[in-house]
């Protein structure tokens, strides 16, 4: 297990809660969003400001972090690659062990650990946005995304059409149709 960075942005110290159970604080602060905080179509911005409230509660076990987050959103819409812009708020809380697991244990993997009383919510925070983004983010629920044969926006030309397609089957007899018409010349 790696040592934190106590000048981490997500990085919290809990020193002053004391190991008895019953301390709380409070924090309220704005940190950069780390790098990929999001999906591949839609997430925030490196360095972009999140807004972070938590709750820090010393209990029997260790420090139980209760708190939310507030980011702006970029990305773009899955159907017409036009920008979006949007806003997430999540909440989330979890308990950070004073003592690990050992490590055989089947969870030990899953739990998050007090490292020399400092806590990173920066994993919990990640998974709690990225689970609130939506799988397909669009525009607008209505969005008619692109022309399937040409990309054209179907959005800016909502009468746009082709020609109906030549069955393949009957491609052959297409062309017979064209050296008769030019027969007739």
Do not use: N
């Amino acid at each position: 297990m790696s040592s934190l960075d106590p000048r981490a942005p997500f990085v919290l110290d809990t020193r002053d809660l004391g190991r008895r159970a019953g301390g709380q604080r409070e924090i309220t602060r704005t940190v950069p969003a780390p790098a990929d905080l999001g999906i591949e179509v839609l997430g925030v911005p490196e360095g972009a400001p999140v807004d972070l409230d938590v709750r820090l509660e010393a209990v029997m076990e260790g420090v139980l972090v209760t708190g939310s987050a507030h980011a702006e959103l970029a990305g773009e819409c899955v159907r017409c690659l036009d920008p979006i812009r949007d806003e997430v708020d999540v909440a989330f809380q979890e308990l950070y062990l004073y003592d690990a697991p050992e490590a055989g244990d089947d969870d030990a993997d899953e739990v998050s650990v007090v490292q020399d009383d400092l806590i990173d919510l920066e994993p919990v925070i990640r998974d709690a946005l990225v689970l609130e983004l939506p799988f397909q983010p669009l525009c607008s629920d209505d969005c008619p995304g692109l022309c399937p044969e040409c990309g054209a926006s179907l959005k800016e030309d909502p009468g746009h059409s082709h020609e109906a397609p030549i069955d393949p089957r009957w491609a052959g007899l297409a062309s017979l149709r064209g050296d008769a018409a030019e027969g007739e010349d």
